[in-house]
């Protein structure tokens, strides 16, 4: 060791911390996931299966849904909610349950106002739920969009005809309300829907399926997320298989930036099959459970 150099255990930083080499950080718990497939796939039961799936286990992981459409209605899950508008919020039993609530005194609620996304985004960061899961990303874009333009005055982005101001400040404001939750150190799953998109190549054109968000607004979601995850079915030899792709591929776009997941995820037959798939892959579980 040459005189006057100093190891990196002596190096010390602001507030005299002293500078360590630090392994990498892959707990679910503070991964930003992005699934996306077409609908009625079980990107949502997946989500929901993980805590029912942890309390077996003995995981601490609690997801919280922020509700921005009825499609999940079949699925039990902790998510946004309102008093039931029939009973007032009251908690009944037996022949007297109220029949809107089934006498749980609450129903849930989606989320349609930029408003309402911000107060539930700050209770999350209060909250005891450490995995955030945004069901689904599309839908509250177009609430975003909504609310943008209605500020702005305008019936649409395209309409505005203001050299694509709109369009930023939509962008501006998906980036503001997603840095609420991501700033809390807890996970998040967005959840989103497929769609096809045409493009151009040297010799004609190639069909990508993406995810369902347009403009600076999808590049910023894609950066953020840590896994890119598709959700599809295929076929196999005891019948279709669903299965989730976590590397890109000719004409789907899925990574995995933390390296855990094979190139295709076998996710089972149900929900709680996917949910231990998952969480396998992220080494909480030993394969085969």
Known sequence: ????????????????????????????????????????????????????????????????????????????????????????????????????????????????????????????????FNIGVIDTVDTMFQVVTAGVCKLRDVSSPAAANDNGVTWMLISDAMRELLAKPRMTGKGLILIMHSQQVEKRVKNGTVSTTTFGVSGKSKGMIEAMANQILYFDVVGGADGDEHVAFAKPQSGIEAGDQWGLFPEEVKLGKTAKDAAEAILTCFGLLEEGK
């Not at 796939?41 to 997801?63: F, M, Q, R």
């Not at 037996?94 to 609530?101: A, F, L, Q, R, W």
Request: aromatic fraction near 8%; charged fraction near 25%.
């Open 1 to 128: 060791m040459m005189k006057g150099v100093k190891t990196m255990s002596e190096v010390t930083g602001p507030g005299g911390v002293v500078i360590s080499t630090m392994a990498p950080n892959h707990d679910i718990k503070s991964a930003i996931q992005l699934w996306y497939g077409r609908p009625k796939i079980g990107k949502t039961s997946t989500a929901a299966a993980l805590g029912t799936v942890s309390e077996e286990y003995g995981l601490d992981i609690k997801p919280f849904f922020f509700l921005f459409e009825s499609g999940s209605g079949g699925v039990t899950l902790n998510g946004t909610q309102q008093k039931c508008p029939d009973c007032a919020g009251k908690k009944s039993k037996g022949k007297g349950k109220c029949p809107t609530c089934s006498g749980e005194g609450v129903v849930r609620l989606v989320l349609r106002t930029i408003e309402e996304i911000e107060e539930w985004f700050d209770w999350f960061a209060k909250s005891p």
